[in-house]
């Protein structure tokens, strides 16, 4: 069974730096060719994707938030982080981390397990 | 970059309506389109890939079409559970982009 769960801090302030942890079970990127990718909500407002990181260490981040995005992952924990630098309270949101699986026909398919998420409020 | 629209925004139903929501992407993506619900306050679920692939243990009221630029989501006979937000998304290649979402109500 997957599953992810996203922890960091819950309240940032502006200009600071947000690091966020993704920690996961029921695959590894060492046996698995998979993705593990972010993405966010502001409140009441639609989902949109951040970044994704692969198995092979490739990295992809969405273009308007590129330069100030960077993801990792440590194999041996488990774990996938993401750091977004030059918070602003418009960056306030629910931060979730997302499973990217690999089917039998060997294509990449769209996230599928998610984890609960964590709220992230940028103020002063 | 490839945009994402859904329409419409938003719609009302009555339970057993069938409710159609449409996704267009401004560049070709093949099939690589995907359809999440997120009920409210809770986290995205997949429903469908592949356009018109339904994930395990999806109802089968709902169903997916289209191929290229224009996808459809179709839930076949509206439920009281079905009021949520619905998310088309583009996964063939980064960035992978989501509509802006269509929240359905009863």
């Known amino acids: 069974q997957i599953t992810l769960k996203e922890s960091g801090p819950t309240l940032v302030k502006p200009t600071q730096t947000l690091t966020l942890t993704c920690t996961f079970s029921?695959?590894?990127?060492?046996?698995?060719?998979?993705?593990v990718g972010w993405i966010r909500q502001p409140p009441g407002k639609a989902l949109e994707w951040l970044a994704i990181?692969?198995?092979?260490?490739?990295?992809r981040y969405s273009p308007s938030l590129r330069s100030r995005l960077t993801i990792t992952k440590d194999n041996s924990k488990n774990q996938v982080v993401l750091t977004m630098t030059n918070m602003d309270p418009v960056d306030t949101a629910t931060y979730y981390c997302a499973h990217r699986p690999r089917y039998d026909n060997n294509f990449l398919g769209p996230f599928d397990i998610w984890g609960q998420g964590t709220m992230v409020t940028v103020s002063s | 970059d490839i945009q994402m629209t859904q329409s419409p925004s938003s719609l009302s139903a009555s339970v057993g309506d069938r409710v159609t929501i449409a996704c267009r992407t401004s560049q070709d993506i093949s099939n690589y389109l995907a359809w999440f619900q997120q009920k409210p306050g809770k986290v995205p679920h997949l429903l469908i890939y592949a356009a018109s692939t339904l994930e395990s243990g999806v109802p089968s009221r709902f169903s997916g079409s289209g191929s290229g630029t224009d996808f459809t989501l179709t839930i076949s006979s509206l439920q009281p559970e079905d009021v949520a937000t619905y998310y088309c998304q583009k996964y063939d290649s980064a960035p992978l982009t989501f509509g802006g979402g269509t929240k359905v109500e009863i």
């Open positions: 029921g695959f590894s990127f060492t046996t698995s060719r998979v993705g």
């Open positions: 990181i692969y198995w092979d260490d490739d990295q």
